[in-house]
């Protein structure tokens, strides 16, 4: 009896917790920041550098030499290295511009996190893809940025990639039995 009086009062704390995260806390960072989420997950590979920064390069600047950003001014950018499956960024609004690591919507579900290479018009690319992905980010309108990458924190994303592969999997279980 005393193991579902522990579990209810766990399931209880962790209810709590993530109301109070979800009508407080989001929206206090939300009006700070200036933007809609003010978390987002990296939740692909399209931005890991797998190697040093020089390895890297070699692979990926002929991309970048097209938009006349050199090594000396990526190794300026921030995220420079990259961003991991997993991290999870916070955004703020501000002005967006080249070398910044935005988040936007696209027509996934989720929201695209990728480098911008050009202003007029605003296209972006994954820092680990060879070439941009046209009907994603070739062209985007600023009304679809969500906002520009300013810290990360390492793995938490993580928890959303695993709830996320949880509701899949519900999915696929109540599709099969219905």
């Known amino acids: 009896m005393s193991n579902f009086i522990g579990l209810g009062r766990l399931i209880l704390e962790v209810s709590v ?3 109070f995260i979800k009508f407080i806390t989001f929206p206090i960072m939300s009006s700070l920041l ?16 797998e190697e040093n920064f020089t390895a890297w390069w070699e ?8 938009y006349n950003i050199t090594k000396k001014e990526f190794k300026n ?3 420079r290295d990259g961003l991991n499956k997993g991290d999870v960024i916070l955004l ?21 996190i990728h480098r911008v290479v050009n202003i007029e018009p605003i296209g972006a690319k994954g ?5 941009q992905i046209n009907d994603i980010e070739g062209i985007i309108e600023k009304e679809q940025i969500v906002g520009v990458a300013w810290f990360k924190v390492p793995f938490l994303g993580y928890v959303k990639i ?12 109540v599709y099969r039995f219905v």
């Open 34 to 49: 200036g933007v809609p989420f003010p978390l987002v997950a990296v939740i692909s590979e399209s931005m890991e550098h």
């Open 17 to 19: 917790i993530c109301i």
């Open 127 to 131: 820092d680990n893809n060879l070439g």
């Open 162 to 173: 695993g709830f996320e592969k949880i509701i899949d999997l519900l999915d696929d279980l």
């Open 77 to 79: 950018y921030s995220f």
């Open 59 to 66: 692979e990926h600047n002929n991309f970048y030499n097209n």
């Open 92 to 112: 703020k609004n501000k002005e967006v511009k080249v070398g910044d690591v935005i988040a936007f919507n696209s027509v996934e579900k989720n929201y695209v």
